[in-house]
C-alpha cells in the first residue's frame, strides 16, 4: 500500500459541495479504474440517487476532461459517458486506456482544435508548461 497524505487539500468540500465541476486528468488505465479502495472527492458513487443518500445535496461532476478525450454523466444513471475525442486519438486508445468498458455517446464528437488565442492564454496561465506540455 502506498502512503496517504493526511488530506485532500480542500477537494472533498469542493466536489462535495459545489454546484457542479469538471476533473481534468491523465487519462491512464491505472488512474480510471472500475473500483476504488478510498474517495477523496465523491462523484456519483454507484449511480442514481447515491449522492443524495450519502447526504450531498447538490451537483457533482460535470465532465472528465482527459489527455485522450471528455466524458460526461447520463442525466439518468450518472454513468460516464465518452462525449469527445482530442485529435490524435482514436476511440480504440481511449478503451485501451480505461479499465472498465467505458460507454460511447451515439453522438460522438471531434474535440475542436484550441485557436491561436486560446492557445496563448493557455501559454500565458500555465508559463512552466505543467498542463499543456510546452
Known amino acids: 500500500m502506498a502512503t496517504r497524505l493526511p488530506g485532500s487539500g480542500g477537494a472533498c468540500d469542493l466536489a462535495g459541495l459545489s454546484q457542479r465541476h469538471i476533473i481534468i486528468m491523465a487519462h491512464e488505465k491505472h488512474r480510471l479504474v472500475t473500483k476504488v479502495d478510498y474517495i477523496t472527492s465523491p462523484g456519483y458513487g454507484n449511480g442514481a440517487g447515491w449522492r443524495e ?5 447538490r451537483g457533482g461532476p460535470s465532465a472528465v476532461i482527459t489527455s485522450l478525450g471528455i ?3 447520463d442525466p439518468v444513471s450518472k454513468e460516464m459517458v465518452l462525449v469527445s475525442i482530442h485529435p490524435g486519438v482514436t476511440a480504440r486508445n481511449i ?16 474535440t ?5 488565442y486560446e492557445l496563448k492564454v493557455l501559454r500565458e496561465l500555465d508559463p512552466e508548461g505543467y498542463w499543456t506540455g510546452s
Not at 478503451?95 to 471531434?110: R, V
Open 53 to 57: 443518500k450519502s447526504g450531498l445535496p
Open 112 to 116: 475542436p482544435v484550441p485557436t491561436e
Open 71 to 73: 466524458m460526461r454523466f
Open 95 to 110: 478503451l485501451d486506456n480505461t479499465g472498465w468498458q467505458l460507454k460511447i455517446s451515439d453522438m460522438l464528437e471531434k
